[in-house]
């Protein structure tokens, strides 16, 4: 059985900040919407098995990846918490100083 999925603010901005790149770059919805997508598929796979996700660093954070994506989560008693959608072309210095503010 699927668990309950939470968005952080922080999940939800990065999901649109992405999306709205791909639409603005691409002049055109269509990638965006199958990204978006497949996010929501891998999003939905984490809830029904929470453990799908490798480990990290932090404690209690597991994370997926989605092509050029991790998807960060934490398995909690109400659900599953999104953290971060984060674009692995970043600097990882940066999503793991943003998973230890968590």
Known sequence: MARRIIWTLIARKELKEILAYW???NRSNVYSK?????????????????????????????KKVLKDYIIAYEEIKSGILIL????????????????SEK
């Open 23 to 25: 639409k603005e770059r």
């Open 34 to 62: 199958k990204l978006k997508a497949a996010i929501a598929f891998t999003v939905t796979e984490v809830a029904i098995n929470p453990k799908i996700g490798s480990k990290t660093a932090s404690p209690n954070v597991r």
């Open 84 to 99: 971060s959608v984060w674009d692995t072309r970043q600097n990882p210095e940066k999503l793991k100083s943003r998973l």
